[in-house]
């Protein structure tokens, strides 16, 4: 089988996971001058001086969020190994959808709270995209759990 497609994609998670640790770390340092330089460079909106306005809670939140991107990034990468293996329909990608779908209702739930503190119509829609990720992750790792079960009883039977 060809895995080259397969391969491009764990690269891409790879990627973007480390880049998203340095991110992770970078958060309390340097939120405080990206927020500055959008505003100079886009001019002084609402939300970028909200932002600034409840900067303790913006970069609690935002690292939590962070976090839990990190986390489902991490289930995708070690998903990914299985699929480059060929070994796909195993139990811990069951384990790993079901974590990627709880990570997806935590990012949906803080940003929801977050306009609680300040709103902004970008957080109600990561909001739901994430909450619908989740919803969906649940189900696929139904699906996936039937379809290991159906592999072990087919591998039973040869």
């Not at 060929?86 to 709880?102: A, H, I, P, Q, W």
């Not at 990720?133 to 379809?147: E, I």
Request: with cysteine.
């Amino acid at each position: 089988m060809d895995n080259r497609l397969n391969k491009f994609v764990k690269a891409i998670l790879d990627f973007c996971f480390y880049i998203g640790l340095i991110m992770e770390v970078a958060v309390p340092f340097g939120l405080k001058y990206a927020v500055l330089l959008v505003m100079k460079l886009w001019g002084d909106t609402t939300e970028y001086a909200e932002i600034l306005q409840h900067y303790p809670y913006a970069v609690i939140s935002i690292m939590l969020v962070g976090a839990s991107c990190l986390l489902i990034l991490y289930e995708l990468r070690k998903m990914m190994k299985t699929v480059i293996d060929d070994d796909c329909f195993v139990e811990e990608n069951v384990k790993s959808l079901y974590r990627m779908g709880t990570y997806g209702f935590v990012v949906a739930g803080l940003k929801l709270l977050r306009c609680f503190v300040y709103f902004t119509p970008a957080a109600v829609v990561v909001a739901g995209v994430f909450a619908f990720a989740g919803l969906f992750s649940k189900v696929l790792a139904r699906v996936f759990d039937r379809a290991v079960t159906y592999k072990q009883e087919n591998d039973l039977t040869i």
